[in-house]
Nanobody, 126 residues
Framework: QVQLVESGGGLVQAGGSLRLSCATS????????MAWFRQAPGKEREFAAA????????FYADSVKGRFTISRDNAKNTVWLQMNSLNPEDAAVYSC???????????????????WGQGTQVTVSS
């Protein structure tokens, strides 16, 4: 089992940047595919970005492609989400998620991930 703790959220002006971190426990972080999801008030949680267990492949939702970058360091048991050119539509609670897998595959659905962090709030002022 793995525990996830997000940090790095906050208030930023439109056009600004934030870097979210997700620190994990456990010794086998390199066996987990990871992802970031987000949920805005009154909306369903949606996929933002995912990365394979090795970090070799990433995948993004169209809404964030070209602005967000997901990365990981398996030696530090951490995954990041670099968010640039933020706009008010990006405001949400961002959560990281983990799935133990033997495959080099990006998973993009909530039901793919059994482990979740508590989330970190991102607010974007216009």
């Amino acid at each position: 089992q793995v525990q996830l703790v997000e940090s790095g959220g906050g208030l930023v002006q439109a056009g600004g940047s934030l870097r979210l971190s997700c620190a994990t426990s456990g010794r086998t972080f390199s066996a987990y595919a990871m992802a970031w999801f987000r949920q805005a008030p009154g909306k369903e949680r949606e996929f933002a970005a995912a990365i394979t267990a090795s970090g070799g492949t990433t995948f993004y939702a169209d809404s964030v492609k070209g602005r967000f970058t997901i990365s990981r360091d398996n030696a530090k048991n951490t995954v990041w989400l670099q968010m640039n050119s933020l706009n008010p539509e990006d405001a949400a609670v961002y959560s990281c998620a983990a799935r133990n897998t033997r495959y080099e595959y990006v998973y993009t659905h909530e039901y793919d991930y059994p482990y979740w962090g508590q989330g970190t709030q991102v607010t974007v002022s216009s």
